[in-house]
C-alpha cells in the first residue's frame, strides 16, 4: 500500500510564508519568486546568473514566438563572433564611449603556473585586446563590407540569438546581469526611409508579442536624446508597467543612419550607379522579459504565467490512497494527458510517489501552471475530473475564501477536456486586462509640480503624463529630486484623450507641444 502521508520531511508541503508578501517587501518577493519557481540562480561568477530548466522553458518560448515573426518579416538568423577587436569597437566614437565602463576585456590567451600560481602567460600576451560583445554592430558591420555591393544586396535582414557581457556593478536576476541573452537584428537599407520603416516594424512587433503572448500592455515612444543608445540617431522603445509602479524598457529598436557603415566604410552602388554608404538599423530584446512576467502577474503564492509561455500548460495529479488506487488514477491521468496533447496542450503527468497532494498543488501553482486537473477514485466512478485555474478574474469584494473555491470546478471528463483550450485562451487574456486595470489605477495626467511630487512620493507613483519642454540637465535634475525620468516621448496614439493637446512644462512652465512619460524605473 502507498502512504502519501510517510515522505521525507524535505517533501512537505512548504509554509505560505515561504513568499515574502508582495506588499511587504517588493525586491524580496521577486527573488522568492524566482527561487520558489526554480527559474535562476546565482552563479559563483560575480554579477552572472543560472538560468535553470524551468527558467530557460519560458525562455524558449519567447525565443520560438519572436523568431517566428522575426522571419514573417523575412529576416534570417545568423551568429557572429563572441570576441569583438577592440579596434573595431573604438571605429564609432559615440558607440565605444557608451559601453566603455561595462566592457570586459581579455590580453592573454593562455595561463601558467608560476611560483605555484596560475596566471596569464606574459608571453601569451595578444597583439590587440578583445573585447566580450556588449552588443554586436562593429563586428557585423566589418562583416557587411564584404557582403554589399549594389543595391541587389539590400535589404539585408539578420538576427542573430546570443549571449553577452556587460559589467553591471549592480545585478538583478534576469533584470540586469553581467552576462544575459538576448536577440539583436542588425538590417541594411538603400534608403533613411527603408530604414525608418524597419526600426518602427520592428518596435510594433516587440509591442504584439509584449501585449498578445506575454500580457503586458505597453507604451511605444522614442528615448530622448540622453536615453538613445549609444551610436543611434533614434531609439524607439515600448515601455511596461511593474506591480511596483515602476516601468521596464522591454524592447528598443534603433534607427542608426549611416553611423556604422561609415566607420565600417560600407558603401553600396545604387541604381544610379553611384557609391553611398548603407543605411543601419539595430533592435533587441533580452532575458529581462522574464523579469517582465514575473512582475507584471505573479502574486504571493508564486509565478504566474500567461498560458502562451507556459512551459506546462496543464499538470495532472493523481490521488489515491492505495495500489489499487494508485494504478486507476494513473492510468486515467495518463489517457486525459494524450487526449489533451492531441489538442496541443502541453502537459505534464505528475506520478511522483510519497508526495502529498497538496504539496504538488503548491510546487506546480509557485511554477506558474495555469491549469491543474485532479483525478481521484471517486472522480473515476462518477466519470468526472476537477479543474483548477491558478488564477481567476478578480470579483469586486470577493473573499479569499470565496475566490478559492471558485478556482474549482468539478465537470463531467468530456466537458472537462473541452474546456481546457478555451479556458487558456480566457485566463491568457484575463491577464492582459487584468494588467492594463492596474495600470489605468496608477497613471496619472500632471499639470502641476506639486501634484507631481505628492504622486511620487506619497501617493506610491507610477506613470505619470506630464508637459515637458527641459534640458538634458533638467531631465538630471529631475531624476535627482523625484527619482524618476523620461521613459519615452510617446507616440501620438499612445497618448490617452485626457492627456492631449499642448501645455506648459511641468518644471519651467515654457510651451509644450505634448506629454512624455515619466516614472520611476528598473
Not at 138 to 167: F, H, M
Not at 265 to 289: C, I, M
Not at 356 to 384: C, F, H, N, Q, T
Amino acid at each position: 500500500m502507498k502512504d502519501p502521508m510517510n515522505k521525507p520531511a524535505n517533501q512537505q508541503k512548504k509554509d505560505s510564508s515561504a513568499v515574502t508578501p508582495r506588499a511587504q517587501d517588493y525586491a524580496q518577493w521577486y527573488l522568492d519568486v524566482i527561487k520558489n519557481a526554480s527559474l535562476a540562480e546565482h552563479s559563483p561568477v560575480r554579477g552572472c546568473m543560472v538560468i535553470r530548466p524551468h527558467g530557460y522553458a519560458i525562455w524558449e518560448k519567447m525565443q520560438r514566438e519572436l523568431d517566428d515573426r522575426f522571419k514573417a518579416t523575412g529576416h534570417e538568423n545568423a551568429y557572429f563572433p563572441l570576441f569583438i577587436p577592440l579596434s573595431y569597437l573604438a571605429q564609432e566614437e559615440k558607440h565605444a564611449s557608451g559601453f566603455a565602463k561595462e566592457c570586459a576585456v581579455i590580453t592573454h590567451h593562455r595561463l601558467k603556473s608560476i611560483d605555484g600560481a596560475i596566471v596569464p602567460d606574459p608571453e601569451s600576451k595578444l597583439e590587440e585586446p578583445l573585447v566580450v560583445r556588449p552588443t554586436s554592430e562593429t563586428i557585423i558591420w566589418a562583416q557587411y563590407k564584404g557582403w554589399i555591393q549594389s543595391y541587389r544586396d539590400l535589404p539585408l535582414l539578420i538576427n542573430q540569438w546570443a549571449n553577452v557581457v556587460r559589467w553591471e556593478m549592480r545585478t538583478r536576476l534576469f533584470l540586469r546581469t553581467a552576462e544575459f541573452l538576448w536577440q539583436e537584428g542588425h538590417t541594411a537599407h538603400a534608403t533613411e526611409t527603408e530604414a525608418r520603416e524597419e526600426v518602427a516594424r520592428m518596435l510594433d512587433v516587440y509591442a504584439d508579442f509584449a501585449e498578445n503572448v506575454m500580457a503586458v500592455p505597453v507604451v511605444k515612444g522614442t528615448k530622448t536624446e540622453g536615453e538613445r543608445f549609444a551610436g543611434a540617431l533614434d531609439t524607439v522603445c515600448i515601455e511596461g508597467m511593474m506591480q511596483d509602479g515602476k516601468a521596464l524598457q522591454m524592447g528598443t529598436s534603433h534607427y542608426l543612419g549611416q553611423n556604422f557603415s561609415r566607420s565600417a566604410d560600407v558603401k553600396f552602388q545604387n541604381r544610379e550607379g553611384q557609391l553611398e554608404y548603407v543605411y543601419a538599423t539595430s533592435w533587441g530584446v533580452s532575458t529581462r522579459l522574464i523579469g517582465a512576467l514575473i512582475m507584471t502577474h505573479s502574486d504571493d503564492a508564486g509565478l504566474v504565467l500567461p498560458p502562451r509561455l507556459a512551459p506546462i500548460q496543464v499538470v495532472i495529479v493523481p490521488i489515491y490512497k492505495t495500489d489499487e488506487e494508485m494504478a486507476r488514477t494513473t492510468e486515467e491521468a495518463r489517457k486525459v494527458a494524450a487526449e489533451l496533447k492531441a489538442q496541443g496542450v502541453a502537459v505534464r503527468v505528475d506520478e511522483r510517489d510519497g508526495m502529498m497532494p497538496g504539496a504538488k498543488y503548491y510546487e506546480w501553482e509557485g511554477k506558474g501552471v495555469p491549469l491543474r486537473i485532479e483525478v481521484g477514485p471517486k472522480d473515476l466512478e462518477k466519470g468526472s475530473l476537477c479543474v483548477a485555474r491558478r488564477f481567476l478574474a478578480d470579483i469586486p469584494g470577493e473573499t479569499p475564501e470565496q475566490q478559492r473555491k471558485r478556482r474549482k470546478a468539478f465537470l463531467p471528463r468530456a466537458e472537462a477536456i473541452a474546456s481546457i483550450k478555451p479556458t487558456l485562451d480566457a485566463m491568457q487574456k484575463e491577464l492582459l486586462e487584468k494588467a492594463r486595470a492596474f495600470r489605468a489605477s496608477r497613471t496619472r495626467v500632471i499639470d502641476t509640480l506639486e501634484a507631481y511630487e505628492k504622486f511620487f512620493r506619497e501617493e506610491g507613483g507610477g506613470f505619470a503624463w506630464v508637459h515637458w519642454a527641459g534640458t538634458a540637465e533638467q531631465e538630471d535634475e529631475m531624476a535627482k529630486r523625484f527619482e524618476t525620468s523620461i521613459r519615452c516621448i510617446p507616440f501620438d496614439d499612445q497618448i490617452p484623450a485626457e492627456a492631449r493637446g499642448e501645455g506648459k512644462c511641468i518644471l519651467t512652465g515654457k510651451p509644450s507641444a505634448k506629454r512624455v512619460l515619466m516614472s520611476k524605473s528598473y
